[in-house]
């Protein structure tokens, strides 16, 4: 079954702080990866995507890493703000047809 | 332009009764999809569409469900006899073909939560 867990499933930190979030995936045959950031009542937006042949992928604050050997992807946060509060959804994405596997998300807060 | 719209935003209605969400997708956007997302969950995909032409449906789009996409610009997503079960946000995205080969990044809208009493 394809599935796609994360961790932790919450986290709380401090503002200026940084955080690396993770993503295991059992996707096969797997085609590329994907990190999004959900706020609350609100719909998901795309942060990173990495195919099975990149490893590494920045977007400002946030760097992503994928192993396609171990089927792990981690999102790094630096230097976190108030405003990156949210929920972190890692997707994989099979290597045929259009169906993206989402994980049920890293809920970060990030306090004063 | 300004991304994905989907209306009405919030829905709440009684069991049995039909409710239909529509979606508007970025002008140049040829696929649209649509996801249904719980409390404390990820989206699960329910279908999408390239142009007009629904293309997959998930086994979760119960006979209850039907979508559309009649002129291969907006689309509706209408659930019939409604079930306490059907209480979730209803999530569209849409996204096009890149010219450089990099996948696809879908835009989604903000969703539209139905609460079902």
């Known amino acids: 079954k394809n599935q796609v867990e994360q961790s932790p499933q919450s986290l709380i930190i401090l503002e200026g702080k940084n955080c690396t979030l993770q993503c295991n995936y059992t996707v096969s045959p797997f085609s590329n990866l994907r990190w999004y950031k959900q706020d609350t009542g609100r719909g998901p937006v795309s942060l990173t995507i990495m195919t099975f042949s990149e490893n590494t992928k920045s977007n400002g604050r946030y760097t992503a890493t994928l192993d396609a050997d171990t089927k792990q992807s981690s999102l790094h946060i630096t230097a976190s703000q108030l405003s990156d509060s949210a929920s972190y959804i890692c997707v994989a994405r099979l290597g045929r047809g259009n169906k993206l596997t989402f994980g049920t998300g890293t809920q970060l807060k990030v306090e004063l | 332009d300004t991304g994905v719209s989907q209306d009405p935003r919030h829905k709440i209605t009684k069991r049995g009764q039909n409710v239909t969400f529509r979606c508007d997708p970025i002008s140049e956007h040829n696929r649209l999809y649509w996801y249904r997302q719980t409390l404390g969950q990820g989206p699960e995909f329910l279908t999408y569409?390239?142009?007009?032409?629904?293309?997959?449906k998930s086994r979760l789009l119960s006979d209850r469900f039907s979508a559309e996409r009649p002129k291969g610009s907006f689309s509706t997503l209408e659930i019939q006899r409604t079930e306490q079960g059907d209480s979730a946000m209803y999530l569209c995205a849409s996204s096009s073909r890149r010219n450089d080969g990099t996948p696809r990044v879908l835009t989604f809208g903000a969703g539209s939560r139905l609460t079902v009493l």
């Open positions: 569409f390239q142009n007009e032409a629904q293309l997959e």
